[in-house]
């Protein structure tokens, strides 16, 4: 059956354990009606024993009683004092033998009849008198005895008949039990194989997909399911690999929302807001284990002459092939933000401030020789003034200020240049 | 409401009326003869007794019924409890065509046999015998369908009297009765012979006969039978009165 089961592709879970129940009720129904068919037989073979068999058994005890007082009357027809007395045992005797209940058994019928004409012509030589009756008497004791035999015979036919109707109802008793063991052996069986397919098409999938739900995580690849045989289970499970995927597009929709909030819509850098908060992260676990740090403020020279002359798309142009430049130039781990304008941000972790200067150094040499082609085909240069400032020992803001005014410091001294701040005690 | 009130009503109503009725009916009228030797007779202190007798106390008992034996004549007893002046004809009867027309017959309670009493060599049917029978029995009526002289008498008792009287030869008499005759001396001393009757019409089963108007009490007294058949009374009222199992 499990695996009649498993070579069907698609089962409906509701219908097939219908229609195993449904065969089941079947197959116990049609055992309780054999057993019934028992009990009919046992009732009917009861009632058949109260009704007729009882009757028929007190016909043969009566019957023996009467062959019984037939032998007792021909005892008395030799034993009797009187004559009349004998002639009265000997009426007697020929009423039995004559009487329907003797009559009516065949065997008992013959005997009287023998022990009536026995007894007849015994009586006759006895009213004859003179004669010994010694021979006779011996005669008639041997009829006696058969008389005797009789009365013990007929006992039995009648006890009898009732151990047949016995055997008969202890028979059907015996079949019906044999078929209640069946009928428990079959719904104990049934039961263990409706459990057991339970377990396998229904308990076993809803653990696993229990497990299954507990670690769905846009981390993890889609569950994968064996295949199962119910219906039900295939479209849980398949639900659930719609809801993987589903967890999965959400995850990038957030990513592509972050990257939304997070960037400047120009240049793909990072904007201000997200620079504040993962260069302060930085700056605190750089002070927390006395590393080295470094901010830098970096504005383009005379940006506003470009945007003047070019228009704002070739500004634009430009701030972008910048932002391309400085990925290029920079480390993987310099953080760097448009900070407003034609204005950038830098933080450099684990460098000190000569450090940061080779590296705004490299940077700033780099953009002065970069050529940007612009929309019109025609190709433009930019520099770059830069301020550092050491950041190992306060605020992000202070930096940012020290920073700035070394940018400024820059600025003033020519442009195209890198500019540091002095160290905080000189200040 | 007040359909159900007057549904109680009338049920309650007809319970107290049925239970009056079930009082009446508990009250039956029982003919029985009393001068049948071994069946029904009356014993010295003048009560009734015998094995027809003792049957019928013993249906009544089982009945739960109060029988009122009434003493009758076996020539009258049929039409009486046919017209339900009686309930149950308490008299072992022969079950006769004509008997079948006028009662009802409970199930047998015993089997009889009929036996021919002569002196040694009359045959029954013989020319110019006349036979001593009970006005209204079988044997009456056997005799007279044989075109047999006959001479009625009105109980079994007085079977023996036109024999000693020399008005019959012979008679036929019922197993039961002729089992008390033959312990009188005076009946003896007539020297007859008995022979068994084989006729199918003269023996066989007998039973009690049920007025027309009482029907329902057949299944009673049946099912009444029956059980005293197994529970030992009837074994033990045989052996009271008749020295062989008669049943």
Request: aromatic share 6%; charged share 25%; hydrophobic share 45%.
């Amino acid at each position: 059956m499990i695996s009649q089961l498993r070579g069907l592709k698609q089962v409906h879970a509701g219908r097939a354990f219908g229609l195993l129940a449904a065969i089941f009720v079947l197959i116990l129904g049609v055992m309780v009606a054999l057993v019934a068919l028992d009990q009919q037989r046992v009732l009917e073979a009861t009632a058949r024993l109260q009704e007729e068999t009882v009757p028929e058994i007190i016909r043969y005890q009566r019957l023996a009683r009467n062959l019984e007082q037939l032998r007792q009357e021909g005892e008395r027809v030799f034993a009797a004092a009187t004559p009349q007395a004998r002639q009265q045992a000997m009426f007697v005797v020929t009423l039995v033998a004559s009487h329907p209940s003797v009559l009516e058994h065949k065997a008992a019928a013959e005997l009287a009849q023998q022990v009536e004409t026995f007894l007849g012509d015994a009586m006759r030589q006895m009213t004859a008198g003179a004669r010994d009756s010694g021979p006779v008497y011996e005669e008639w004791q041997r009829l006696a005895e058969r008389v005797g035999l009789m009365v013990d015979d007929v006992s039995i036919q009648g006890i009898n008949l009732a151990t047949n109707d016995l055997s008969y109802v202890a028979e059907a008793m015996r079949l019906a039990r044999y078929k209640l063991t069946a009928a428990l052996i079959v719904a104990g069986l049934f039961l263990a194989m409706f459990v057991a397919l339970i377990r396998i098409h229904l308990i076993y999938p809803l653990q696993r997909i229990d497990r299954a739900l507990s670690t769905l995580s846009v981390d993890r690849p889609a569950p994968e399911f064996e295949p199962s045989t119910m219906v039900e289970i295939q479209s849980v499970e398949a639900a659930i690999g719609e809801l993987h995927a589903s967890l999965m597009e959400n995850e990038a929709a957030r990513h592509a929302l972050e990257k939304l909030a997070n960037r400047d819509g120009l240049t793909g850098l990072i904007n201000r807001r997200h620079f504040m908060q993962t260069a302060d992260a930085e700056l605190m676990r750089a002070q927390r284990y006395e590393r080295p740090v470094t901010i830098g403020m970096a504005d383009l020279d005379c940006f506003k002459n470009l945007n003047d002359t070019y228009g704002h798309a070739v500004g634009d142009t430009v701030l972008r092939a910048f932002a391309e430049l400085v990925q290029e130039v920079l480390r993987q781990s310099d953080l760097v933000c448009r900070y407003g304008g034609e204005e950038f941000a830098f933080l450099f972790p684990e460098s000190s401030l000569d450090e940061a200067q080779r590296l705004a150094e490299r940077l700033r040499s780099r953009c002065a020789e970069y050529d940007i082609r612009i929309p019109d085909g025609r190709l433009v240069r930019v520099t770059l003034s830069m301020g550092l400032a050491d950041a190992s020992d306060c605020p992000i803001e202070t930096a940012l200020r020290r920073a700035d005014e070394a940018l400024y410091q820059a600025k003033r001294l020519g442009r195209n240049r890198v500019e540091l701040a002095a160290p905080v005690e000189a200040v | 409401m007040h359909r159900v009130l007057h549904l109680l009503a009338a049920l309650v109503l007809a319970t107290l009326l049925a239970g009056t009725a079930t009082g009446a009916e508990r009250n039956l009228r029982v003919a029985v003869l009393d001068s049948s030797p071994g069946m029904a007779f009356r014993d010295a202190n003048g009560e009734l007794t015998g094995f027809t007798i003792g049957i019928i106390r013993a249906l009544c008992e089982e009945m739960r019924v109060q029988c009122t034996l009434l003493v009758t004549t076996l020539d009258s007893v049929i039409e009486d409890t046919a017209s339900g002046e009686f309930d149950i004809a308490g008299v072992s009867l022969l079950e006769t065509p004509e008997r079948r027309a006028k009662v009802i017959f409970a199930k047998p309670y015993f089997r009889s046999i009929s036996l021919w009493f002569a002196r040694p060599g009359v045959q029954p049917g013989a020319a110019g015998i006349r036979v001593s029978v009970v006005r209204g029995s079988a044997q009456d009526r056997f005799a007279r369908s044989r075109g047999w002289e006959t001479v009625g008498v009105l109980t079994n008792n007085e079977l023996s009297e036109p024999l000693q009287a020399g008005l019959a030869q012979a008679a036929i008499i019922p197993m039961a009765t002729a089992l008390g005759m033959m312990k009188k001396e005076e009946f003896r001393r007539l020297g007859l012979v008995s022979s068994v009757m084989s006729e199918p019409e003269l023996g066989g089963d007998a039973a009690f006969a049920i007025s027309p108007r009482r029907p329902e009490l057949k299944e009673q007294m049946d099912a009444a039978l029956e059980r005293i058949r197994r529970n030992g009374t009837y074994d033990r009222i045989n052996s009271l009165f008749l020295p062989f199992r008669v049943n």
